[in-house]
């Protein structure tokens, strides 16, 4: 069975800098998703960034990107320039029924 | 568009009452799920259908049954309700790889 580990439970950034969270997982598949959820406060799941493991390069959306390693099975979620409102648990998230770690809460200082 | 709706969104039940959490889906998506998500931890699994008439378990099934008789429609029963079952449910779509999440159902049984 897959799994996936967060080991961070908590982080703080300072606003406009940089944080990095960090996600393992364990899987004899070769092809599959990865995903980094966003829930704030409203509890509402929103999809922060996706990565398709046959693909080599990382993928990035606007402050958000990864590090995808497939062969060290990592896959970190890196936020540039944070703001106020990144402030949320972050749960990294494998496959497609999904396979969630426990989630980093990310706080952000102003 | 509504997206997915959850109704209710709040509910305290006595221990070993029943009932139905209802998840409707307005993207014309094949794949719908149900979640529950414990404090201290990520979403867990606990049903799925790939397809309308279809259902299947997931990690976490017992106590709990499903019906998809509507494409649009996924229904999550609780026959005999235990304090064990008190958690956030989400209920979730997708049509091929990107899970699109309602806002939760938060029960409470006692």
């Not at chain 1, 940089?18 to 598949?29: F, H, K, R």
Request: contains cysteine; charged residues 20%.
């Amino acid at each position: 069975a897959q799994t996936v580990t967060q080991s961070q439970p908590e982080m703080s950034v300072q606003e406009a800098e940089t944080v990095t969270l960090s996600c393992t997982y364990d899987t004899s598949e070769s092809d599959y998703y990865l995903f980094w959820y966003k829930q704030p406060p409203s509890r509402q799941m929103i999809l922060v960034i996706r990565q398709e493991a046959y693909k080599q390069q990382n993928a990035t959306e606007n402050r958000f990107s990864v590090n995808f390693q497939k062969a060290a099975k990592s896959f970190s979620l890196k936020i540039s320039d944070s703001q106020l409102g990144d402030a949320a648990m972050y749960f990294c998230a494998y496959g497609n029924k999904l396979v969630f770690g426990a989630g980093t809460i990310l706080r952000v200082k102003s | 568009n509504a997206g997915v709706t959850q109704t209710p969104k709040f509910r305290v039940l006595k221990t070993g009452q029943s009932m139905t959490l209802l998840c409707a889906q307005d993207m014309n998506h094949e794949y719908m799920y149900w979640y529950r998500q414990d404090p201290g931890m990520g979403l867990r699994l606990i049903h799925y259908s790939v397809g309308e008439g279809t259902t299947a378990k997931g990690e976490v099934p017992d106590g709990y049954n499903v019906s998809r008789l509507k494409k649009q429609n996924f229904l999550l029963g609780l026959e005999s309700a235990a304090p064990s079952q008190t958690s956030v449910y989400f209920c979730a779509s997708s049509q091929i790889t990107e899970q699109y999440f309602g806002p939760g159902t938060r029960l409470t049984v006692t």
